[in-house]
Structures are given as structure tokens and as C-alpha cells.
């Protein structure tokens, strides 16, 4: 729950005080890039850890995770410029690629897939504490112009974390002779790193039909080739190949990404979207967003009990519908901007991730044995991460276009609202592509027996 924490906390307590950020550092065509960079650190090194944490254990590298990540709140506190800000955010990014899927991993570990419907309403009162702590600290934070507190926030979080779990984490891992595929992480690394940044620069830093663009791309793509190849004759591939092959995995690793896309083009542009087209301050932007991060845990908490009457793809598909209608909500909302509106219809769309996401990534966890649970993890939060990367960028992308250069204090309300609609309307989108892959997972009853675990 404290792990947690630190990744529920800096999810939502960046959004609102953007702003007063942009006011101090200047920038305001570059702020996607402060979720941006943090997405691509934590994207790029998720799958890695979770191939380690299924060698080495999971203790030791959460803790190391831990540590990365208060390395970079640290830096982010101490940040002079826009540039050194989202630098420091991509390392706040990679340790947070060890923090919350080894987390996650430690849940399916140590409880079987029945007891976790009861430890799954702890896990989400995190999620609920955060969601409204954190936009009001945000929002505050950004009303007294110490915007540097939002980071400075995590360094007792951390250290109590990391305390916590040296002296009451135990695990026993049975040490075998497995190696690490080094070139395999270098390879996926290097290639998920040019792809996501072709992604996040295209339409904003660069055109996408500019060298950059393209050279991106292309080195991603030709890195991502010989991976692929690599990992075919890997003895210990650090991403097999069977996580693409089983219909299962694919399905849900297909949900994680829409699910991240969702999360960040909300998180990013709801608040933006109230502060520019009603002039709202950033602490009622905030709370209107906080409806979404109280939704969402608020029906996680259920989603145990639900799943195991009606099963994973039903209860998944529960919450498809949820996010399509609240989704649909907010786009016919977009001209017409009201704060109320606004926070209802963000919680009928947490409402439906909360049965979203959980449901599909137990699914996944429960599927296969420990050594193979840190993996099929990672490899969601992986694509929940490259969701968020490229839910960000592409709109991004779409709200540049319209913003165009100016300042949010320069826009109009008209003209806010437009780029506005355009992003609810993309995300809308996606949720109905995300519905579309929940409907093709197969119905796999959940086991309710124990299941034995490494873990004390």
C-alpha cells in the first residue's frame, strides 16, 4: 500500500499545478512532455525489472525502484529550467518502473485470486486517499507558488516505503542457474525508447514527416527487428514470445494500453480544459478530476466480489460500458463546460476502469506460475505505460493543433474548449477500441483455490 502510494500520489498531483509550473519555467507547449518523459522512463525499463524481479527476487528490486525514484523527485524539487524538469521526470519514470508492477506481483504472490478480492479494497483506498489528497495538494501547491512541494511530497513517502518493506518483507527464492538476457534488455530499450520518443515528438518538438520523425522511427523499428530475433534464441529472453501468442495475455496487454491512453488524456487535458474555457482555479480543477480517481477505486474495491460471481470478461465488459458512456459524456460536454458535469461524468468513467483494469490484470496474473507472474505483470503495466506515452503525445498532438503556440492564459475559452473536444472525442475513441479487445478475451473462470507462493 505504501509502494503504491508513491505512484497513486504522483499520478494525481501533477495535473494542477502545471500551470503555476509553466508561470515559473516557461514552456507551455512543452508541459506534455513532464508526463510524457515519466511515461517513457517508467515504459521503457517496466519490462526489464519484471524479467528480474522473476530471477532475483522481488524485494530487492522494488527497493532499488524505490530508490531511483526518490533520486528523481529529488532533482524534479530542485529542477531550474522546463528541460532539466522533464529529465528528472524520466528518472522519477524509471524507478517507477520497478515500483508499482513489482508491487502488483508481490499481491499475486502472496494472496490467491479469491483473498485478493478482499485485499484489493486496501490496495484501492490508496487509490482513493491519493486521488483526493493529491489534485488538492496540487492545486495548493500551485495557488502559493511553491510548485516544488509537489516532489518534495515523496521523500518521506519513499524512505517510509523503503523502511517498510527491508524489515517486514520476507520472501525465500530458490536460486537457480538462470542468466539475464543483457543484449535482449539493451535491444528492447534502445527500440521502445526511439518509437515512444518518434511518438512523443511527432506534431509537437518536430513534424511528423521531419527527419527526426522518421529517423526515430526508423531506428525503433530496425532495433525492434533484431530483438525480436534475439529473443528467439535467447536461452532466458527477457520478453518472450508466448506473452504475444496466448490469446488471454494479448487481450488484456491490448486493454492495459487503452486504459493507460484513457487515464492520461484525461488527466492531462481535464484540468487545462477547466482552468482555460471557465477560468477556474487550479485547486477546483483539481477536485473535479479527483472525481475520476475516486471512481475508480471506489468500484476496484468491488471488483473482486464481482468477478467471482460473474467471472473476469464479464465484469471487464461491465466496465467497458461504464467508460464508453462517460466517455461519450465528456465529449458532448466540451462546448458547454461545467464543473459539476465535468466531475460526474469523470467518475462514471473511474467508476468503469475500476472494473476495467483489475479484472483483466488478475486474469492475466492468475494464468501462470511465479516464475513466470513477475513477467506477465510487467508486461502489463508495460503497455498501461506506452499507453500513456502515446496517449499523451498523440493528444497532444491534436490539442496543439488547435492551441497552436499561445500560453493558456492567452487561448480563449472558444478556442480551449475545441482542442478540448477534440482530445475527449480521441479518447472516446479508444474506449471503444478497448471494449472491442475486452470482448475478445476468452471466459476464464477464476481459480479460488490456494496457490503456493515463494512468499512469507
Known sequence: MLSTGLVAIDATVLATAVPSIVGELGGFNQFP???????LGQAVTTPIYAKLSDVFGRKSILLVGIGVFLLGSVLCAAAWNMLALIIFRAIQGIGAGAVQPTALTIVGDVYT????????????SVWAVSSVVGPMLGGAFSQLGIWRGVFLINIPLCLLAAW?????FHEDVTRKDRS??????VLLAAAM??????????????????APSIGAFTTGAVLLAIFFVVERRAPEPILPMWVFSRRLLCATTIVAFGVGAILMGLTSYVPTYLEGSLRVQPIVAGLALAALTIGWPATAAIAGKLYLRWGFKRTAVVGASLVITGASGLAALAHRPNVAGVAVVCFVIGAGMGLLAVPTLIAAQSSVDWDERGMVTGNNMFARSLGSAVGVAVFGAIANSIFGSGDLNSLGPAVVQSGSAAVFIGVLVVAVATAVAVLAMPRTPPATTAVPTTAE
Request: charged share 10%; hydrophobic share 55%; aromatic share 14%.
Open 164 to 168: 517498510m518493506f527491508n524489515r517486514h
Open 180 to 185: 539475464v538476457d543483457v543484449l535482449g534488455a
Open 33 to 39: 512532455w513532464l508526463f510524457s518523459a515519466y511515461l
Open 113 to 124: 485470486v479469491a483473498e485478493r478480492a478482499r485485499v484489493q479494497g486496501y490496495l484501492a
Open 193 to 210: 525508447t526511439s518509437l515512444v520518443l518518434a511518438v512523443l515528438g511527432g506534431g509537437q518538438t518536430w513534424a511528423w514527416t521531419s
